[in-house]
């Protein structure tokens, strides 16, 4: 399956996705997450990205859909994916589709995670990150490690991203309302947004859009 997550930053997009992806045997592609390891590494693309991303701002598309379309043309991406964080506007979403459609493909199915505006600020302030692998998520009073600043899962170091800060992530929610919440309405036109109520436990929200998932499998 071809999948696009969508939602809020503080959604759960990358807590769902990692679940989903492994429900589905498809790799996980982040954005976000490809960027950051750019900037890990001190690549060229992370020099330019990484000052957009302090900011809260979206990274310009020439930057972000080559390396999207790259990781897409990776050989376990060849039967499906699911991507999180792209596309993040209408022109990314366009050039998806035309990149989609040269191969005689296109996506199953778009997720849009709903979650109300003060529970994403709430959930944003405490989110604590392993710097082993970003999936390993967790939360100050939600989902507090055993042990504070230390990932239960690997014991890797748990962080705070620098853009979950209060001031840039009231940017990011406009940046989210102005220029993605767009693409919900594009792909609807295309009969492929489920709509999916992202509060509750973790393995709620995944089972709703697991259920989802297949009702689009049989309408597809
Ligand atoms: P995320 O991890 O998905 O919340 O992304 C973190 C940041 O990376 C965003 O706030 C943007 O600055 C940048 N970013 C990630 N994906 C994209 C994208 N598709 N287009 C532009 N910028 C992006």
Known sequence: MRIVLVGPPGAGKGTQAAYLAKNLSIPHISTGDLFRANISQGTELGK????????GDLV????TIGMAKERMSQP???????????????????????????????????????????????RIAGRRI???????V?????????AEGVCDACGGELYQRP?????????????????????ID????????????ALGQVNEVTE???AALSHKGKAA
């Open 163 to 183: 853009d979950d800060s209060e001031e840039t992530v009231r940017t990011r929610l406009d940046v989210y309302h102005t220029q993605t919440e767009p693409i």
């Open 208 to 210: 709703r859009a697991m």
């Open 48 to 55: 330019k990205a990484k000052s957009y991303m302090d900011a």
């Open 138 to 146: 967790f939360h100050v009073d939600y989902s507090a490690p055993k």
């Open 76 to 122: 376990d991406a060849a039967n499906g994916f699911l991507l999180d964080g792209f596309p993040r506007n209408v022109s990314q979403a366009e050039a998806l589709d035309g990149m989609l459609k040269s191969e005689g493909m296109q996506l199953d199915a778009v997720l849009d995670l709903e979650v109300p505006e003060d529970e994403v600020v709430k």
């Open 130 to 136: 392993c710097r082993n692998d970003s999936s390993h």
């Open 186 to 197: 594009y792909y609807r036109a295309q009969g492929l947004v489920a709509t999916i109520p």
């Open 60 to 63: 310009p598309d020439e930057v």
